[in-house]
């Protein structure tokens, strides 16, 4: 199958997106709240299938890897030890005419100038506004996390971090995860959740929030071995996006400098996708050496070394992790999967997205809404609901259903005819190639398990 079309520009997604019920604005009968979403009934599904086919991936068929789930909120001292008091900031400027805010970094890389932190005066001479032309005035350094209070008292002693990355959660587990799942090194913990950040310039629909989930694996390892482990964690990550629908030419991937190296970080290589306004990062693989477990041992006085059988020594495992963001997952599975095709006078609008990712993964069409049909269909229906995502339809002609799940992703319409009502078949409908083909009511679950397994 030859897909020529371009992937889509924003505002079709938009536009379906809040069509269908994919992503809708956060409060939105009061205004919205700037760069928050809600994932509708079609998002959600979309949102979970990518994270159950992450889970499978990193988790579940793999012996070297378990799963946590963390709470948001953590002790206080997690964030000074991890070094994000200190240095998770970014550097923030104020127009001094219409007082607006921007990352400096943005603006240099908006004007084809390299950013270098100890140079922000020379930087400042050649940037205005970008609003307004103002002035800008002196840069200072913001931190990005979300401060809120535990308890009923309002003062620095109840003061709490949202945390800005899921993975410190995995860092001070790491004892716990060992003892208790009694594995060794190499080993791997993956989690799925919230993470924070008061950005300056969110932006992009779901691409830069303030409110996002991440998927992250910290995966711990001998010393010396971690170079090694970074390589086979780039290819198999990028591999990931590849198998799950994303164009290999739409996904490159960038090292980063020595420059923009986080503070934890040795090396660092980030999976980009080629977004509608250009490459940008939807996945970081980075070397953190022991640099997380270390400070966690010396700020809690806890013993976070591993003792290797084979060499009988104690050291501190190093750590490659890659951390995406599944909020920008779900966009960029879902924009590399929009199509058109001619479809005689009209445009056929169909979302390949892969089988397994597609919010709805079957749908129940009975050919009209005669009083025979509806309880056989019914019936079909309820057989399939076991199994899969389903979804039941009898709303207007059978022609502009087909096109509604087309323009949703759904990969499989299963048709309930009046021949169905005799030789008990039903009609699969294949998205891509619109073949369909006779299968008998009772094979159903295993022939569609079979096309989700192998391919169309
Ligand atoms: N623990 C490492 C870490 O958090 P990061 O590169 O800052 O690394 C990892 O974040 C991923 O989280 C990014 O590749 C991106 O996909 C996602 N992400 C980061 N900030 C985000 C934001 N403001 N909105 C949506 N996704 C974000």
């Keep these: 199958m030859s897909r020529t079309l371009p992937y889509a520009d924003m505002e079709k997604i938009l536009s379906i997106s809040k069509r269908r019920g994919f992503v809708f604005q956060s409060s939105e009968i009061y205004g919205g709240l700037g760069s928050t979403w809600d994932y509708g009934p079609l998002g959600v599904e979309l949102k979970r299938h990518v994270k159950e086919a992450w889970w499978r991936s990193v988790v579940l068929d793999r012996d070297d890897m378990v799963g946590l789930d963390a709470a948001i909120l953590m002790h206080p001292q997690v964030w000074v030890a991890s070094g994000h008091v200190e240095n998770f900031t970014d550097p923030l400027v104020e127009c001094r005419s219409c007082n607006r805010r921007f990352r400096l970094d943005h603006l240099a890389e908006a004007a084809g100038i390299e950013f270098d932190p100890d140079q922000t005066a020379k930087l400042l001479e050649n940037l205005a506004c970008p609003e307004c032309s103002g002035a800008l005035g002196d840069p200072r350094q913001f931190n990005l996390m979300f401060k809120t209070f535990m308890g009923p008292v309002e003062d620095t002693a109840s003061e709490v971090h949202l945390r800005p990355e899921t993975a410190q959660g995995m860092f001070v587990n790491f004892a716990n995860v060992l003892n208790s799942s009694r594995k060794k090194l190499p080993l791997g913990i993956a ?129 490659v992790e890659p951390s995406g963001g599944l909020d920008r997952g779900v966009l960029a599975f879902w924009l590399d999967s929009y199509d058109e095709e001619p479809d005689g006078d009209n445009v056929r609008v169909v979302c390949r997205l892969h089988r397994k990712l597609a919010p709805v993964t079957v749908a129940i069409l009975p050919l009209s809404r005669n009083e025979k049909l509806v309880p056989a269909a019914r019936d079909v229906h309820a057989r399939l609901r076991r199994h899969f995502t389903t979804q039941y339809d009898d709303a207007q002609g059978i022609g502009r259903r087909y096109r509604r799940q087309d323009e949703i992703g759904t990969p499989y319409c299963v048709t309930v005819d009046f021949d169905s009502l005799d030789d008990h078949q039903v009609t699969i409908r294949d998205r891509d190639t619109m073949a369909q083909s006779r299968i008998p009511i009772d094979d159903l679950v295993s022939v569609l398990q079979d096309k989700i397994d192998h391919g169309w």
Excluded at 237 to 249: K, P, S
């Design 191 to 319: 989690q799925i959740g919230k993470a924070f950040r008061n950005e300056i310039t969110p932006g992009n629909f779901t691409f830069r929030t303030r409110e996002f989930e991440q998927m992250e694996i910290e995966f711990f390892v001998k010393p010396g071995t971690d170079d090694e482990w970074l390589q086979k964690w780039v290819q198999t990550r990028l591999e990931w996006y590849v198998e799950y629908g994303i164009r290999r030419e739409n996904l490159r991937l960038r090292q980063h400098g020595s420059d923009e190296l986080a503070h934890y970080a040795k090396d660092c290589y980030d999976i980009e996708y080629r977004f509608p306004w250009g490459w940008a990062e939807l996945e970081g693989i980075a070397s953190r050496t022991d640099y997380d477990l270390r400070q966690h041992s010396e700020a809690s006085g806890q013993d976070l070394t591993y003792f290797d059988e084979e060499t009988k020594s104690r050291y501190f495992p190093y750590v």
